[in-house]
């Protein structure tokens, strides 16, 4: 075997470096229409301050320009804003390939019980996803999300669940999340 | 008046004869006397068939078989009554005419797992057209009296309409931001009537596909709608965003007008609502051992 062949061998494996992202439910309560903000922060409104952000790649791992990132989730209280845009947004990614919002953290609720954020991610050349991020953090994982990851099976894969950091924001303690999005080709 | 059950009941429909069938928990349909709470029959279909659907017009009940036919009960004998062989995709939510001469359903598109396909297939199990049905799911199939239109409704918010016959997209329909859940024809075909997460019932002119009427005042989501047999009256079911389990209201409305002229009290989200053959009952399911009966006259 030559060098040259070896590192095509290398640049083929590479370029799979990344697995796409699952898939998962849209949920029934999709409003379209939703404004490009980055701030989902409702003032007055009470909540554990949250930051979520991360990249838009394809499965060689390079950013997907001109992708939106549409994303929604319940309120504190496990409820979903249907008649207007609270914690909903569509952001036009751009160039930059890369998202972020300031919200706070979804409460649960009774019919699916584990904090999600839901997805909807397009771009050009790239097949449409449909997913769903979740909190290690979140107590339905019972401190265990290798453990506990399938319980009821509500998430229906692990890679969904993504840790948490917390640290000291201005006057409280706020938490903050990176979820890569990996996207096929179509 | 309310008929008890055994199992938590979830789709409904009147037969031509006056009797009420219903889908249970337990995956069996029961008939009932609507007027006394008699239960008349109990129909199972086999083990692990699937999407189990009524066909209320023609007394039959049909459900998707493990090797993916579609098998037929009558619902007046409990007689398993015919076989079809069904659309050769693994499809979920059977829909169906009511003497099954189209069959319709939703697979997952090869290629990704996002994006949903609709097959609509002939009695014989002849395709007569496959298309694209959005993003993230279906929610409701609904053909049209006589079979002519079949429309489909995303999770993604759209509803396309079809030529049953060869496929042709009559409408796409994308001016509803949020999910419908409920989508039904009316009997002469003229209306189709939606609902859905922004509480509101939309009506549909088949003939140009503008939208004829907005019916508002449910006070919560929109789970279940049914035409009274002479067109003229709706009734809505309700579905609270909080929980499937808060109480909600059942609305009869005057089509024509927009006018409520009932309202009527759910334990919880409705699942299905429908007029008798006569008009004079309205008959709701909400997922509990009872179906409500109220009478109209």
């Given at each position: 075997?030559?060098?040259?062949?070896?590192?095509?061998?290398?640049?083929?494996?590479?370029?799979?470096?990344?697995?796409?992202?699952?898939?998962?439910?849209?949920?029934?309560?999709?409003?379209?229409?939703?404004?490009?903000?980055?701030?989902?922060?409702?003032?007055?409104?009470?909540?554990?301050?949250?930051?979520?952000?991360?990249?838009?790649?394809?499965?060689?791992?390079?950013?997907?320009?001109?992708?939106?990132?549409?994303?929604?989730?319940?309120?504190?209280?496990?409820?979903?804003?249907?008649?207007?845009?609270?914690?909903?947004?569509?952001?036009?990614?751009?160039?930059?390939?890369?998202?972020?919002?300031?919200?706070?953290?979804?409460?649960?609720?009774?019919?699916?019980?584990?904090?999600?954020?839901?997805?909807?991610?397009?771009?050009?050349?790239?097949?449409?996803?449909?997913?769903?991020?979740?909190?290690?953090?979140?107590?339905?994982?019972?401190?265990?999300?290798?453990?506990?990851?399938?319980?009821?099976?509500?998430?229906?894969?692990?890679?969904?669940?993504?840790?948490?950091?917390?640290?000291?924001?201005?006057?409280?303690?706020?938490?903050?999340?990176?979820?890569?999005?990996?996207?096929?080709?179509? | 008046?309310?008929?008890?059950?055994?199992?938590?009941?979830?789709?409904?429909?009147?037969?031509?004869?006056?009797?009420?069938?219903?889908?249970?928990?337990?995956?069996?349909?029961?008939?009932?006397?609507?007027?006394?709470?008699?239960?008349?029959r109990t129909v199972a279909p086999d083990k692990g068939d699937s999407d189990?659907?009524?066909?209320?017009?023609?007394?039959?009940?049909?459900?998707?078989?493990?090797?993916?036919?579609?098998?037929?009960?009558?619902?007046?004998?409990?007689?398993?009554?015919?076989?079809?062989?069904?659309?050769?995709?693994?499809?979920?939510?059977?829909?169906?005419?009511?003497?099954?001469?189209?069959?319709?359903?939703?697979?997952?598109?090869?290629?990704?797992?996002?994006?949903?396909?609709?097959?609509?297939?002939?009695?014989?199990?002849?395709?007569?057209?496959?298309?694209?049905?959005g993003l993230g799911g279906t929610s409701v199939l609904a053909f049209a009296?006589?079979?002519?239109?079949?429309?489909?409704?995303?999770?993604?918010?759209?509803?396309?309409?079809?030529?049953?016959?060869?496929?042709?997209?009559?409408?796409?329909?994308?001016?509803?931001?949020?999910?419908?859940?409920?989508?039904?024809?009316?009997?002469?075909?003229?209306?189709?009537?939606?609902?859905?997460?922004?509480?509101?019932?939309?009506?549909?002119?088949?003939?140009?596909?503008?939208?004829?009427?907005?019916?508002?005042?449910?006070?919560?989501?929109?789970?279940?709608?049914?035409?009274?047999?002479?067109?003229?009256?709706?009734?809505?079911?309700?579905?609270?965003?909080?929980t499937t389990r808060q109480p909600v209201s059942v609305i009869l409305w005057?089509?024509?007008?927009?006018?409520?002229?009932?309202?009527?009290?759910?334990?919880?989200?409705?699942?299905?609502?429908?007029?008798?053959?006569?008009?004079?009952?309205?008959?709701?399911?909400?997922?509990?051992?009872?179906?409500?009966?109220?009478?109209?006259?």
């Amino acid at each position: 075997m030559t060098a040259s062949t070896l590192l095509a061998y290398w640049e083929e494996g590479h370029k799979q470096a990344l697995h796409p992202t699952p898939h998962e439910v849209l949920g029934p309560f999709f409003r379209k229409g939703a404004p490009d903000t980055p701030n989902l922060r409702v003032s007055g409104e009470a909540g554990f301050p949250l930051r979520i952000s991360g990249k838009v790649l394809n499965t060689a791992g390079q950013k997907v320009a001109g992708a939106t990132v549409e994303l929604w989730h319940a309120d504190q209280n496990g409820r979903y804003d249907v008649q207007g845009y609270r914690y909903r947004a569509k952001l036009n990614v751009r160039d930059a390939g890369e998202y972020g919002v300031e919200t706070f953290m979804p409460g649960h609720y009774n019919d699916r019980p584990a904090q999600h954020v839901h997805y909807l991610i397009s771009a050009p050349g790239h097949k449409p996803l449909i997913t769903q991020l979740y909190f290690a953090t979140d107590p339905f994982f019972e401190g265990d999300p290798d453990r506990h990851w399938n319980k009821r099976g509500i998430v229906s894969h692990r890679a969904l669940i993504r840790p948490v950091a917390l640290y000291e924001g201005p006057g409280a303690p706020r938490a903050a999340t990176v979820f890569d999005i990996v996207l096929e080709k179509a | 008046m309310t008929i008890t059950a055994e199992s938590e009941v979830g789709r409904i429909a009147f037969l031509p004869g006056g009797l009420l069938a219903g889908l249970c928990a337990d995956g069996k349909a029961r008939v009932w006397d609507p007027r006394s709470g008699a239960l008349k029959r109990t129909v199972a279909p086999d083990k692990g068939d699937s999407d189990a659907t009524l066909l209320g017009a023609s007394s039959q009940m049909a459900a998707l078989g493990k090797d993916g036919s579609v098998k037929v009960w009558n619902l007046e004998t409990g007689e398993k009554v015919r076989r079809l062989a069904g659309p050769e995709h693994r499809v979920r939510g059977l829909a169906a005419t009511p003497e099954l001469s189209l069959i319709a359903g939703a697979s997952v598109a090869a290629g990704n797992p996002s994006e949903r396909i609709v097959h609509v297939v002939d009695g014989a199990g002849r395709s007569r057209f496959d298309a694209a049905a959005g993003l993230g799911g279906t929610s409701v199939l609904a053909f049209a009296p006589g079979g002519s239109v079949f429309a489909v409704a995303s999770y993604d918010t759209s509803i396309r309409a079809f030529n049953s016959r060869n496929g042709e997209l009559l409408r796409h329909i994308e001016e509803i931001p949020v999910a419908t859940f409920a989508m039904v024809f009316s009997p002469d075909g003229r209306m189709l009537a939606t609902g859905g997460a922004d509480r509101i019932v939309r009506l549909w002119d088949t003939a140009n596909w503008s939208l004829a009427r907005r019916l508002e005042g449910q006070p919560e989501m929109i789970s279940a709608l049914a035409w009274a047999p002479d067109g003229k009256r709706l009734l809505s079911g309700g579905f609270s965003e909080l929980t499937t389990r808060q109480p909600v209201s059942v609305i009869l409305w005057d089509a024509g007008t927009g006018r409520i002229l009932r309202k009527f009290d759910a334990a919880q989200r409705v699942d299905s609502v429908a007029f008798s053959p006569d008009g004079s009952l309205a008959a709701m399911s909400c997922r509990r051992k009872e179906v409500a009966v109220w009478s109209l006259a």
